[in-house]
């Protein structure tokens, strides 16, 4: 999927993660970072988010290949009705929002090439300063389509989901938001009423003393943005109540189990089996500071002709990834053993023509 500009409309850690990918991935020429935080913006271009920052939307949305909405869910239809006033029918339109279906009723009217897109990664740790293409590495990256859904525009998606490292998973909006109630939005439920448990008990002081380990790892998703989270389990609130109440079932099982040990220690040891079954998601945390991405033509002999000249320049390669690879070329990732050896291997390949970052 070739782009010659994209926008990204909202650069915090996933419009920004999305940014830093499309870039270090040369998958667009240029990318426009929008953001009605002057803040924000000018985190974005110091980061590398985007090639260029828009304070004000306006006419530039026309001219864009690919917008993406990143805004935090609760907002998403408000900026869908303000870039729409600006959109052209070419463009094709996504979004990373945690919440499907009454995003995907919303848009879909005022942006017609509009696919519903969620990718299944994130931090507790938000803004744009935490942003790294990494976080997208191997995540599970969930668009749902509908009726209304070209399916050129799908594959368009799909194959970038793809360049950027994730794995796109189709699912219907209906059934994103039912799962997505069970395995994110209920967790987050969860952290924060066992936050409020142990703040509210008569021994906090000594229970904030033990609250170690398994507590912090079990809460520590109410350590994320409050008003991000509490916009996604409202706009979810119907599926949420559903997982709730399922919630509630099992834990009332549990309960009478604890006179019944061995009925109990047969439960634990099947949920032990389904958290063990569970797989396990690599992140390509890669250490930036020695590490050189190179756009690569798409012509015979090219990969010969870095790693020769490298050779000869003196500078040793310690590791080489193919990113990605379109019609009119790729982009290979190149590390280094030391920050110098990256900023010589970057000179010698600037000498002869290849872009790199």
């Not at 609760?74 to 600006?86: D, I, K, Q, S």
């Not at 029918?89 to 499907?100: A, E, F, I, M, Q």
């Amino acid at each position: 999927m070739a782009l010659e500009r994209v926008g990204i409309f909202g650069v915090g850690l996933l419009g920004g993660s999305v940014g830093l990918g499309l870039r270090e991935r040369f998958l667009a020429h240029e990318v426009v970072a929008y953001d009605p935080d002057p803040t924000a913006l000018e985190a974005a271009r110091a980061l590398g988010v985007a090639d260029r920052v828009e304070p004000q939307l306006g006419p530039w949305i026309a001219e864009l290949d690919l917008g993406v909405l990143a805004a935090p869910v609760g907002a998403l239809e408000a900026l869908g009705r303000a870039v729409a006033e600006h959109a052209s029918p070419r463009t094709l339109w996504t979004d990373v929002g945690s919440v499907k279906a009454p995003v995907v009723r919303a848009l879909e009217p005022l942006l017609p090439r509009f696919v519903g897109g969620h990718p299944m990664a994130g931090s507790e740790r938000a803004g744009v300063e935490n942003a790294h293409a990494g976080l997208l590495q191997n995540a599970a990256w969930i668009l749902t389509p509908s009726k209304r859904t070209a399916a050129a525009d799908l594959k368009a998606v799909e194959e970038l989901v793809g360049q950027l490292g994730a794995y796109p998973l189709l699912v219907s909006p209906e059934l994103h938001d039912r799962l997505v109630a069970r395995v994110s939005h209920l967790p987050y439920l969860l952290a924060v009423a066992l936050n409020h448990v142990v703040d509210a008990d008569p021994n906090r002081e000594t229970l904030m003393f033990l609250a170690a380990g398994g507590f912090r790892d079990l809460t520590r998703v109410a350590s994320g943005s409050p008003r991000m989270s509490r916009d996604m389990v409202v706009a979810n609130r119907e599926a949420v109540r559903e997982a709730a109440r399922d919630l509630r079932r099992a834990l009332d099982e549990l309960m009478a189990l604890l006179d019944e040990p061995d009925a109990f220690l047969e439960k634990a040891a099947e949920a032990k089996r389904i958290r063990d079954s569970l797989p396990v998601v690599r992140r390509s945390l890669l250490p930036v500071q020695h590490d050189l991405v190179v756009a690569v033509p798409d012509r015979p002999g090219e990969l010969a002709r870095i790693t020769t000249a490298l050779g000869e320049a003196g500078v040793n390669i310690k590791d080489i990834e193919v990113l990605n690879i379109r019609d009119e070329g790729g982009a290979i990732r190149l590390g280094f053993v030391s920050a110098e050896e990256k900023a010589a291997g970057r000179k010698v390949l600037e000498d002869i023509g290849y872009r790199t970052r």
